[in-house]
C-alpha cells in the first residue's frame, strides 16, 4: 500500500499580490503569505503605510515589497501588473462600507462602495489573469468576501449587494478559469476586530447583537482569516475552486 502525503501549505516560488494589504485582512493576508514564502507585493494607495509595514515585515525575516495603486484605477492596474512577472496568487483585499438604512442610500455612497468591493475585485483579477494565461501558469485568486455575501443585515442594503456581487463574480470565473487550472475562491469572515469596523462594534448594543448572532460567542481576529487564505493559495486546495469559506463562528448555519 502506497500512504498518501499531505499536498504542501507553501509557498515557496511564488508571486502573491493583496490588495488593500496595509490594513486589517489585507495586512493579514500580506504577513500570512509571507510566511508561508511567497514573494508578496503589497498594494496600497498610500505610499508611507506601504513602507512602514515592508520595514517592520523585513524586522521580522518577512520579505515583502510594495507598490503605490490605486486600485479603481484600471489603467494603472493593468499597465502595474503587465509590466511584473506574473503573480500566481492575488487576495483581493481592498473594500470599503458607508452603512446607512436602505431610505438613506445615496447615488454616491453606492458608487463608491461598488466600484471598490466589486469593480475593482473584478478588473484587478482580470488583469493578474491575463498575465498568467499568457505565462501559462497556474493561480489561485482569492476575494475577501463577507457572510454578508450571503445573509442580509440591517444597515448594509449596499455593502450587502456589493458582496453578493462578489460571490457570483467568483463562481463564473471559477467556471471560465478552471481550464487554465486557475482556482478561484472567496474567504467570507463575520465581524473582524480592525479600523474598518472598530466604530460600529464601539457601540454597546450593536456589539451584543453581533456576539448574539456569533455561534461561537466571540468577534473574529485577523489570525482567523490568515489560514484560511493560505490553504486557499496553496497546493493544499488544489481541488477548491468556486467555493466560498466562511469563517463567520456560525452565523450563517441558521
Known amino acids: 500500500m502506497t500512504l498518501p502525503r499531505t499536498p504542501?501549505?507553501?509557498?515557496?516560488g511564488k508571486r502573491a499580490l493583496v490588495t488593500g494589504g496595509t490594513r486589517g485582512i489585507g495586512l493579514g493576508a500580506?504577513?500570512?503569505?509571507?510566511?508561508?514564502?511567497?514573494?508578496?507585493?503589497?498594494?496600497?494607495r498610500t505610499a508611507g503605510d506601504i513602507e512602514a509595514l515592508v520595514n517592520q515585515m523585513a524586522d521580522a525575516g518577512l520579505g515583502a515589497e510594495g507598490v503605490a495603486l490605486d486600485i479603481t484605477d484600471n489603467d494603472a492596474v493593468r499597465q502595474f501588473v503587465a509590466e511584473v512577472e506574473p503573480f500566481q496568487?492575488?487576495?483581493n483585499s481592498a473594500g470599503t462600507a458607508r452603512h446607512s438604512s436602505f431610505a438613506d442610500?445615496?447615488?454616491?455612497?453606492?458608487?463608491a462602495v461598488m466600484d471598490l468591493n466589486l469593480s475593482a475585485t473584478l478588473f484587478v483579477s482580470q488583469a493578474v489573469v491575463?498575465?498568467?494565461?499568457?505565462?501559462?501558469?497556474?493561480g489561485s485568486i482569492i476575494h475577501i468576501s463577507s457572510q454578508m455575501g450571503h445573509v442580509g443585515g440591517p444597515n448594509r442594503a449596499v455593502y450587502a449587494a456589493s458582496k453578493f456581487a462578489v460571490e457570483g463574480l467568483s463562481k463564473a470565473m471559477a467556471i471560465e478559469l478552471g481550464a487554465h487550472n486557475i482556482r478561484v475562491n472567496t474567504v467570507c469572515p463575520t465581524f473582524i476586530e480592525t479600523e474598518l469596523t472598530a466604530k460600529n462594534l464601539s457601540d454597546p448594543d450593536f456589539r451584543s447583537w453581533v456576539l448574539s448572532k456569533i455561534k461561537l460567542g466571540r468577534l473574529g481576529k485577523v489570525e482567523d482569516i490568515m489560514g484560511p487564505i493560505v490553504f486557499l493559495a496553496s497546493d493544499a486546495a488544489a481541488l477548491v475552486t468556486g467555493a466560498s469559506l466562511l469563517v463567520d463562528g456560525g452565523w450563517t448555519s441558521e
Open 30 to 44: 500580506s504577513v500570512a503569505l509571507a510566511e508561508a514564502g511567497a514573494a508578496v507585493t503589497i498594494a496600497a
Open 89 to 91: 496568487i492575488l487576495v
Open 130 to 138: 491575463a498575465r498568467l494565461m499568457e505565462s501559462g501558469l497556474p
Open 105 to 111: 442610500i445615496t447615488p454616491a455612497n453606492y458608487q
Open 8 to 12: 504542501s501549505f507553501r509557498l515557496d
